[in-house]
């Protein structure tokens, strides 16, 4: 059990990162060297500055919110939502103050931010599960959110548990040793990491993430680096000319 | 399917990957905020007219041959085998859009369907599935790019037969040609299709605009796009920019045809002469007072339908209102949102394919019809002659009641001194 914790939580992760940061990079790289396309691929009426509204529209999803308002209430929530946990997990490193100008102590969001995310979760799975969208649905989009489903119940769990129920042997100063270690490739696990009540917890939320990271670059997950290029050729950017 | 063709085939899906391609094929998210944009589905229903479901029978494909993640696990994404069954797939995708890209307004990312349908064509042409009237039609364009000679004689005699009815529209000065061709100086050179209605009304506008133009000896559609043949299409459109830069002309006017208006416009590339619609021709005579119209002429409600290539792919949307706003006092729009026009359901190639299509046609656009009743107009103007033929056959098969017309031949018949 020992060794199987230890090669989740410290080869694993090494692995994940790096294909996932690799694996990112190539495929982008490989995508954005390809031949531009000659042609405009704009939708009218024009809107200036289009960079302006490309920034909208990808960040925004008005078109969403204007033909499916619920789905937009929830992909907002979850994106948002996913946001915060990237920041929260970047507190979990060490401190920045940056993230500190709305002061709150780590892990922000007093677990809400996990529960919301979670329950935008499941209505993006479910609503996969009804005509048409059923229909569309292929088996990754399933994975993936059933995988970032587990991720996130598990890794809200350690919150939860902490906040709600009063327990407290697994702490930010832990996982702040756990990861920086990791960082500075002299890897180290406290003995609250992987001995204490809820290290299962955070052993299954750790080898959910790595599975999720290592399918990231070939997955439609990659739709978070190229919707803002994509809704640029929408709004009338063509390779080459003045795009303002 | 033997490998050898499977091969030829690929290399052809290949060539259409470029960066854009690659951002449409890879980012699909299958959200289904796209369901409801397509007439055809919003009109017949079947889950296989949604655009992402047509998309996704070309990315299929993709994932199979052009992604490393076909060959270790195929199943996560469903990726397919490029077979016959996938060919009639393809082609009951690609023959069933209109390539409007109304679902490209919808979709978070602005995929381009018509852009992925571009591959399932290029792949039927490929395997020789497409259909054929259109690439008959596309050679015999080019043959007449060819050997212009062999024509010209034919064409010279056939467009002095519609002199006298020019001059019935619009009078000239004596010893001016009504329908001047190959004038070598020329300003504009208007780019007609095969067809009087095409050229009479259009000539007549241009005299009474004392403009300095001149016929193209060519038609502007363009088959080589209907059917999706890159080099078909390349060869169509450059007869008439040779011709253009030959006669030095200033301004090619296309006729009201979206297909031509779209390819010339965003294809052509930089060239020494710009390119209009008809549309935005009249719309200029009529702000510099070069023509004049009288509103009496148009009795009762007047509707426009933007043809998808011309307006919300191309962007002349102003200028056919500004020209409505001088016909008539009564004006209903379709929509509020031009973006969010139906498709007339003909574009694409399904008109041309005529009779063939005719069905499909007249069953994937109800939700046209039920737009244009709604409206009340008993005049429903367009600007694009496939758009005209199918709401024509539209008219007749649903008994609209509807007078469907060209907005130019509408200017040309509310011509004032
Ligand atoms: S709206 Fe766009 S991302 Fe969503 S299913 Fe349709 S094509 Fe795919
Ligand atoms: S381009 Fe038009 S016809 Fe084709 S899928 Fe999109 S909405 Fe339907």
């Known amino acids: ?244 | 399917m033997d490998k050898k063709t499977r091969d030829d085939l690929l290399k052809l899906f290949q060539s259409k990957l470029n960066e854009a391609m690659r951002f449409y094929l890879e980012t699909c998210t299958r959200c289904g905020v796209c369901t409801e944009a397509c007439h055809v589905h919003a009109s017949m229903g079947q889950v296989r007219y949604i655009a992402a479901y047509r998309s996704e029978i070309v990315r299929r494909l993709y994932k199979k041959y052009f992604k490393g993640r076909g060959k270790f696990w195929p199943s996560v994404g469903e990726a397919k085998e490029l077979s016959e069954i996938a060919l009639d797939e393809l082609f009951d995708a690609a023959y069933s859009c209109t390539g409007c890209r109304r679902c490209m307004v919808y979709c978070p990312f602005g995929i381009d369907t018509q852009q992925l349908m571009s591959i399932a064509k290029l792949l039927l042409i490929g395997a020789n599935t497409e259909p054929e009237i259109l690439t008959l039609l596309a050679d015999t364009s080019i043959e007449k790019g060819k050997s212009l000679e062999l024509f010209k004689e034919g064409f010279l005699e056939g467009i002095k037969r519609l002199e006298a009815d020019v001059l019935e529209k619009w009078q000239t000065e004596a010893g001016t040609t009504a329908i001047p061709v190959d004038v070598e100086g020329a300003d504009l050179l208007y780019v007609a299709l095969a067809g009087a209605h095409s050229i009479i009304p259009a000539a007549a506008v241009f005299n009474a605009a004392g403009e300095n133009w001149a016929l193209s000896f060519f038609e502007a559609v363009n088959f080589g796009a209907f059917v999706g043949d890159p080099t078909k299409t390349k060869l169509i459109l450059d007869r008439i920019v040779n011709e253009a830069k030959r006669l030095k002309i200033k301004e090619v006017c296309i006729c009201e045809c979206g297909t031509a208006y779209r390819v010339m416009k965003q294809l052509a590339g930089k060239q020494p002469f710009k390119v209009s619609a008809i549309t935005e021709v009249h719309a200029r005579y009529l702000k510099e007072g070069r023509i004049k119209v009288d509103k009496s002429k148009l009795n009762g409600a007047v509707t426009y339908h933007d043809p998808c290539q011309i307006a919300r792919n191309a962007g002349v949307i102003d200028e056919p209102r500004y020209i409505l706003q001088h016909l008539t006092d009564n004006f209903r729009e379709l929509t509020d949102d031009p973006r969010y026009n139906w498709c007339c359901g003909g574009g694409g190639g399904l008109v041309a394919m005529g009779e063939d299509t005719l069905d499909f046609r007249m069953k994937s656009s109800k939700v046209k019809v039920d737009q244009v009743k709604a409206t009340g107009a008993n005049i429903l103007a367009t600007a694009c002659e496939n758009c005209h033929t199918q709401l024509s056959n539209l008219n007749d098969h649903y008994d609209m009641g509807v007078n469907v017309q060209f907005l130019s031949s509408l200017v040309a018949d509310a011509l004032v001194r």
């Open chain 1, 1 to 244: 059990m020992e060794t199987l914790y230890y090669i989740i939580l410290v080869p694993m992760v090494y692995v994940a990162f790096g294909v996932f940061f690799i694996g990112t990079a190539i495929r982008l790289i490989k995508i954005f060297r390809e031949p531009k396309h000659p042609t405009t691929l704009q939708i009218f009426p024009e809107k200036k500055p289009k960079w302006l509204w490309a920034l909208s529209d990808t960040f925004l999803l008005p078109t969403v919110r204007k033909h499916k308002p619920v789905l937009w209430v929830f992909l907002i929530l979850f994106h948002v939502g996913i946001l915060l946990l990237i920041i929260g997990h970047l507190e979990l490193f060490g401190e920045f103050e940056i993230f500190q100008i709305i002061p709150h102590e780590v892990f922000l969001g007093k677990g809400f931010v996990g529960l919301i995310v979670s329950i935008s979760l499941l209505y993006l799975l479910f609503r996969r599960f009804k005509s048409p969208v059923r229909e569309l649905s292929v088996p990754e989009d399933y994975y993936l959110l059933v995988l970032l489903f587990l991720i996130v119940i598990f890794g809200s769990q350690m919150d939860w548990a902490r906040r709600w129920y009063e327990y407290g042997e697994l702490d930010v100063e832990h996982y702040r040793m756990y990861l920086s270690s990791l960082l500075h490739f002299q890897p180290e696990l406290p003995y609250e990491i992987t001995d204490t009540g809820h290290s299962f917890m955070l052993v299954l939320h750790v080898f959910f993430a790595n599975l999720f990271l290592m399918f990231f670059p070939f997955s439609q997950s990659m739709h978070s680096f190229l919707s803002l290029p994509m809704n640029k050729l929408r709004r009338g950017f063509v390779y080459g000319q003045e795009n303002t």
